[in-house]
Nanobody, 118 residues
Framework: QVQLVESGGGLVQPGGSLRLSCAASGFTFSSYAMSWYRQAPGKERELVAFITSAGASTDYPDSMKGRFTISRDNAKNTVYLQMNKLKPEDTAVYYC???????????WGQGTQVTVSS
């Protein structure tokens, strides 16, 4: 059974940091590129960060560059998102997404809430 379980969300003050984790099981993690998306209330889901299956390359939307860092540990079947200098507009549910490098098959996690507020 495929599972992607996010953790690490919570309430943080503006300017603070959080580290999200996404633990994968039920599929060959090292064959899947991983992404983090987020969705704020009333808004569409948007890409936050992307990392290739081996972790050799990463990519971010311009608005996230310099504040967010995606990484992965294929030995632990886990992908991380380090978020620094958080802003209230970063408040959203954060989801991890796995996509197979060749078939395009994808899996979503259930999401973890991040709230940035004083």
């Amino acid at each position: 059974q495929v599972q992607l379980v996010e953790s690490g969300g919570g309430l943080v003050q503006p300017g603070g940091s959080l580290r999200l984790s996404c633990a994968a099981s039920g599929f060959t993690f090292s064959s899947y590129a991983m992404s983090w998306y987020r969705q704020a209330p009333g808004k569409e889901r948007e890409l936050v960060a992307f990392i290739t299956s081996a972790g050799a390359s990463t990519d971010y939307p311009d608005s996230m560059k310099g504040r967010f860092t995606i990484s992965r540990d294929n030995a632990k079947n886990t992908v991380y998102l380090q978020m620094n200098k958080l802003k209230p507009e970063d408040t959203a549910v954060y989801y991890c997404y796995a996509v197979h490098a060749f078939t395009g098959r994808g899996y979503w996690g259930q999401g973890t809430q991040v709230t940035v507020s004083s």
